[in-house]
């Protein structure tokens, strides 16, 4: 990529997430007099040090938040920042009328659905799914008429996840490239942590956060690393609260799993009116739009 940048001789480098290579590649760019722009930008505010998130603040010509706390963070650290909301109120959609997803997905309208989100790496379907298998047994014990499916984003991951259903007596539906419009027809999601557990929520689907880390990878994130967050989630981390139930290392069991979604399924509304709160937190629609202008004003 130096190589590039030395012979293409950019006006911009736009960098996109990927902290670990875009750091250090946007400190080379600025040697080489190259501006650039950060969008989804390091969350050093969140999760680092302040001695971190100054070295971003003070290597980017310009940074585009996509939280307010961020804006405030990076700002107050020097950083030439802009916000106008979270780019997911733009992308995180339906594509298909709810009539028009039973139909495709051959779902009964008059069941409810569960949807089980496994991640999207391959230890996590490896070490999560049956644990979600687990739990949707419980439900389908105690909820004889839920429906359950899984959203599919990856192809890459359809042989091994057909190898771990057939080790399990639950009968659930692969929807390969429909992830929110399954979420839309979700009276609960069980998600693995990570942005899917936002998207639940814009969407408007009661969710279940769960995760589970190897004690060494934990070890290392608590006592070396001293992650001290109150919690996981990013709906919580955003509204100072525990909207979202986070199941995470002991606590992620079949058992505890089944007992926060049966309460779910029978009271929605005890998790659903706490999403606006969530919802204020990411601004207005439209920010990909400015995010483009603030480029092209660059």
Known sequence: ??????????DLLI????????????KRARKLGIKTC?????????????????IVAQTLDKI????????????????NVV????????????TLSKEEALKRFELNAAKPIVALCPGSRRQEFKTLLPILLQAGEKLKGQFPELQFAIPLASPKFRELLEKILRLSPLKVKIIEGYTYD???????????????????????????MIYKLSRLTEFIGRK????????????NLLAREKIVPELVQEDCTPEKIFA?????????????????AVLKKLGQPGAIRKAAEEILKM
């Open 64 to 79: 585009i938040a996509i939280f307010e706390e961020e804006y405030q963070s990076y700002r107050a650290l020097g950083a």
């Open 1 to 10: 990529m130096v190589n590039l940048l030395k012979k293409e001789r950019p």
């Open 15 to 26: 960098l996109i997430d990927a902290q670990g290579f875009n750091v250090p590649l946007a």
């Open 83 to 94: 916000y106008h909301g979270h780019p997911l109120l733009d992308i995180v959609k339906p």
């Open 38 to 54: 950060y969008y989804i930008a390091p969350q050093e505010w969140l999760w680092g040090t302040e001695k971190n998130a100054r």
């Open 182 to 208: 399954v979420l839309t027809l979700s009276k609960v999601a069980l998600a693995v942590s990570g942005t899917i557990v936002l998207e639940s929520i814009i969407l408007g689907a009661p969710v279940v």
């Open 224 to 235: 070396i690393l001293g992650f001290k967050l109150s919690y996981f989630s990013l709906p």
């Open 260 to 276: 926060e979604a049966a309460s779910m399924l029978l009271n929605p509304e005890k998790q659903t009116r706490r999403f606006p």
